[in-house]
């Protein structure tokens, strides 16, 4: 009986692991070097990719533009290598680059929306050391730590916590003083040839149609 108990919990340790996010961390000097103030005042903005087939929530980003702007993009797919990361959290995301996260996500099948809320000094700074001190997110888990760090943040309580990010979407919308615009793009569906050559635009200047 002992050796099934133990037997058991190896088991669950190991399916535990296994569903764990690799934990990313960027060097002190790549953040420092990399880091944007973003100008007056202090905001937040949740990004989320809806189907534009059937409407279904693809994935959840939190923006915040305090101190420095962060992008929390837990377990997202968007890089670039003048963007360091550390567990999910991206920094020096200058108006450039994050254009260049937006068409990535914006294509044929997805469109953006893009809710941004005016927050104190006060507030922008405790979101920032949330999702700083979050670690890294496993795969579908993106509205779910979103919305519990939210959650947890004065004047955010009423989007509660939920898996969903369209429900998450629907939740801040409610929240007073909220901005809401949409981008849409007929990019192909197959963004990785978008990602390379955004890491190239960004290196060489070029091309032209990603640095307007």
Known sequence: MKLQKAFLLL???????????????????????????????????????ISNGSGAGGHSSLMIDGAQRLMFDPAGSWHHPNVPERNDVLYGMTP?????????HAR?????VVQEIQVSPETAARLSQAVQQYGSVSAARCALSIS??????????????????R??????????????SR????????????????????????PEEFTN
Not at 108 to 112: A, D, L, N, S, V
Not at 148 to 165: A, H, K, M, N, Y
Not at 193 to 202: M, V
């Open 183 to 206: 981008v849409y793009d007929d990019d192909s569906d197959d963004n990785l040839e978008l990602l390379q050559a955004q890491a190239r635009a960004e290196r060489y200047g070029l």
């Open 96 to 104: 450039q680059l994050y254009g260049f996260y937006m068409d990535y």
């Open 167 to 180: 429900r998450i979407m629907n939740r801040f919308e409610d929240l007073p003083g909220v901005r809401t």
């Open 148 to 165: 519990r760090v939210l959650s947890q943040t004065p004047g955010f309580e009423s989007i509660g916590v939920t898996w969903s990010p």
């Open 11 to 49: 088991t669950v340790l190991t399916v535990l692991s296994a569903c764990a996010a690799p934990s990313v961390w960027a060097p002190d000097d790549a953040v420092t070097r990399a880091a944007y103030a973003p100008p007056p005042p202090p905001t937040v903005t949740l990004l989320t990719a």
């Open 108 to 112: 044929e099948t997805y469109h953006m």
